[in-house]
């Protein structure tokens, strides 16, 4: 689907054409970069936060004409020169790293995507924007797309966040299906804990659905490309029924059997 550091950004791909590969390396580094800042060592909030701000202000310097010092910004100041890139998509992520440092809960799944909206959803805008086929109806559906591949990754690692302090299960969920944060701390595998997983499964899924008819509509290896990235997320949700909603035990991971099998959904898609 994608590189593992920074979810769902396709740098690696075989189908990103080579003129586009410096300007997705760029942006790669600098949301790596900045999520690094956020998420990664033993840094306290307030030094975190700090970091964050200098990322904003590279923004800030690229936006009014001047090349920041450091090389990272001043490559992804070049890109959005050249591609002409609207320094939003980079902001909201930015926004969402800062909420990741602060915030480790949220009430409700209209919050979870608000933070999507943030934390996922500029991918899939900046890549629109470098092919030039970024129209209201293709970002509406990339942005569910990338919505999706964010609430996947969360269900994913639903064991992994919280050993961080975090659960980005919306809370009202835990308490209509009688799971308690103390039930995920312990890794309980129980039928209220499969029936909130199955039903997040599905949600996630008809939000992938909803935005699939942009892999049909886009062309080229855009198209071929978005196809796989859809059939991978897809095929996670399989392999977290498969595994009875067990994600603390069996994180599920996709296999060469499994891209063989994305492959051919692809083409019948």
Known sequence: MAVDHYENFPVASILLPRRLVPAVEAI??????ADDVADEGDAGADERLRGLAEYEAALDDIGAGRT?????FARLAAVVAQHGLSLQPLRNLLSAFRQDVVTTRYADYSMLLDYCRR????????MLALYQVDGDANLRDADA???ALQLINFWQDVGIDIAKGRIYLPQDDLVRFGVGEADIAAHADTPAWRALMAFEVERARALMLSGAPLATRLPGRIGWELRLVIQGGLRILERIEAAGYDVYRRRPKLGKRDYLVMGWRALRM
């Open 119 to 126: 934390s996922a959803d500029p991918v899939g805008r900046l």
């Open 28 to 33: 790669y580094a600098f949301a790596r970069g």
């Open 145 to 147: 797309i990338c919505s």
């Open 68 to 72: 920041p010092v450091r090389p990272m």
